[in-house]
């Protein structure tokens, strides 16, 4: 019941709910020009059109080196229509690294909360980081420096960084079975495993995947993101049951770790 959880937001959930396209929430979208932002290099907000549901979580990502914030495009709209404001960024340059892609992440929810025209539409109590490779790794390197984040999601991480004892974000973190850029044996999952065991963590290899798969719509991705982020940035349990018991292996998940039941 809604009075139960006051962050609780849209439908109850079922599995095609949360492998759907689009979610309950038409979606509008804003675009940040790098010239009216400071430490990062602006980019798109995608939220949901209606006020009537009250205030929403909000999210930054991250895309990895090189890339530009069109590599992670499709998470916008995803996750926004499932009632979430979600920023995807631009770097200040693409060849930042890991910590500088966690504090622009940082300065980017900083904007949203502070200073964006859909400032009063985000509960800054409750926001989280997602990010692909180098942007993964930064999504670790938020976490580790704003203990307050509800959820951090990392995609096919990339960080040189294996020891992340400081971590109190709930994270989940997805590896790709046929990374060869940042492979899962000395990425993602020396990056779980370098999480506190105390923590509620997840690890999820997608299988028949690459380092690139996060980079185009993928129901696998988006299905255990959106309960990730329910579950811890909006408290939402009714999105427990897709992450306890773990997913077992399957055509589309290779293998999966984490504590269950969850305990925050
Ligand atoms: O963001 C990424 O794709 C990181 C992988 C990478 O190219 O690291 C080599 C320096
Ligand atoms: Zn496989």
């Known amino acids: 019941h809604a009075a139960d959880n006051p962050y609780q937001r849209g439908p109850a959930p079922t599995d095609s709910s949360i492998e759907a396209l689009r979610g309950p ?4 979208e804003i675009s940040v020009s790098s010239l009216s932002v400071t430490g990062f290099g602006g980019g798109t907000v995608y939220y949901p059109t209606s006020t009537a549901d009250g205030t929403f979580g909000a999210i930054a990502v991250s895309p990895g080196f090189t890339a530009y ?8 709209p995803r996750l926004a229509s ?8 631009d770097t200040n340059t693409t060849l930042d690294q890991p910590a500088s892609r966690g504090d622009q992440l940082l300065a980017a929810l900083d904007y949203l909360t502070g200073r964006s025209a859909v400032r ?8 989280g980081v997602m990010g692909h490779s180098m942007g993964g790794g930064g999504t670790l390197e938020a976490a580790k420096d704003r203990p307050s984040l509800r959820a951090a999601v990392p995609l096919t ?22 990374d060869t ?17 105390s923590l509620d963590r997840a690890y999820l290899e997608l299988n028949n995947a690459t380092h690139f ?20 940035i909006d ?17 589309t998940i290779e293998e999966s770790l984490g504590n269950c039941p969850h305990t925050s």
């Open 181 to 197: 850029v940042a492979p899962v044996a000395t990425h993602a999952k020396p990056l779980y495993n370098g999480l506190p065991s």
């Open 82 to 89: 499932q009632g979430f404001v979600v920023f995807t960024i």
């Open 25 to 28: 929430y038409a979606v509008s």
């Open 69 to 76: 914030q069109s590599s992670i495009a499709w998470l916008g």
């Open 120 to 127: 009063s539409r985000i509960d800054s109590s409750r926001l």
């Open 235 to 251: 408290k939402d349990t009714r999105y427990e049951q897709f992450l306890c018991p773990l997913p077992r292996p399957s055509l």
């Open 213 to 232: 798969t996060p980079n185009s719509s993928n129901t696998t991705i988006a299905k255990y993101s959106i309960s990730w982020l329910k579950r811890f």
């Open 157 to 178: 991480p990339w960080n040189l960084d294996k020891t992340w004892p400081e971590v109190r974000t709930p994270t989940l973190i997805f590896g790709a079975d046929g």
